[in-house]
């Protein structure tokens, strides 16, 4: 599976950016979804994660009413919609793909990443 995230940038706190994670090269039903975060020097950190059905998802606490992760499996995509930006949410941003029923929270749950796309909120 290949995962290619888009939609990273810059932008003020307060804003919103809407992160977009495309999948090829697997069945994208058979798979859930995660998007996790790092800054310099720091462990890839959790954000949001979806079930493969778009059924179940949970966010980070630090995310929590501010970001909302989605997926749309007709276009094999995932989101992640981020309003009420701050600069800690500065980092880069990955998606990732799991196989059914892991711990989505968990970062060695995932078998597949994409590159990374870089957000930056400045104060």
């Known amino acids: 599976v290949q995962l290619q995230a888009s939609g990273g940038g810059s932008v003020q706190a307060g804003g919103s950016l809407r992160l977009s994670c495309a999948a090829s090269?697997?069945?994208?039903?058979?798979?859930?979804m995660g998007w996790f975060r790092q800054t310099p020097g720091n462990e890839r950190e959790f954000v949001a994660a979806?079930?493969?059905?778009?059924?179940?998802?949970f966010h980070a606490d630090s995310v929590k009413g501010r970001f909302t992760i989605s997926r749309d499996n007709a276009k094999n995509t995932v989101y992640l919609q981020m309003n009420s930006l701050n600069p800690e949410d500065t980092a880069v941003y990955y998606c990732a793909a799991a196989p059914r029923d892991r711990n989505r929270s968990d970062v060695r749950a995932y078998d597949y990443w994409g590159k990374g796309t870089l957000v930056t909120v400045s104060s």
């Open positions: 979806i079930s493969w059905s778009g059924g179940d998802e």
């Open positions: 090269g697997g069945i994208f039903i058979l798979y859930d």
